[in-house]
């Protein structure tokens, strides 16, 4: 019998999937819906940390008295730009079947994003 561990405490294997059926997964990942929503939630949740980082610096250089710098003039309005997806990440938990042979759990992926 098998206990169920959580995917960040998990062993890591040698095993590997085909990279078919990785690009298959990939595929499915980039057109799930509600990505868009998904990736925007991350820019604008960085977007509300670094306006804050800048308000606290602008705030810092005024109580310094450097209230004259023209740099320091608008140093906290900041709104996106672009952003650029630099990489996607799938975990595959592996789960022991009969006679304690690890195998990939059927349908079962973990998928993080980085950007930029």
């Known amino acids: ?25 990939m595929e499915l ?8 929503t998904l ?10 940390e670094l306006i804050s980082e800048r308000r606290k610096l602008k705030q810092q250089m005024e109580a310094q008295g450097v209230q004259q710098l023209a740099w320091l003039q608008g140093i906290d309005d900041v709104s996106p730009a672009s952003f650029d997806l630099l990489t996607v990440r799938l975990l595959y938990p592996v789960v022991v079947r009969q006679h304690g042979l690890p195998s990939w759990a059927d349908g079962a992926c973990l998928i993080t994003f980085h950007m930029a």
């Open 1 to 25: 019998m098998c206990r169920a561990r959580p995917l960040v405490k998990a062993e890591p294997t040698a095993e590997t999937l085909p990279p078919t059926d990785v690009l298959e997964d």
């Open 29 to 36: 990942v980039l057109e799930m819906e509600g990505l868009q």
């Open 39 to 48: 990736l925007e939630a991350g820019i604008n949740a960085r977007l509300e």
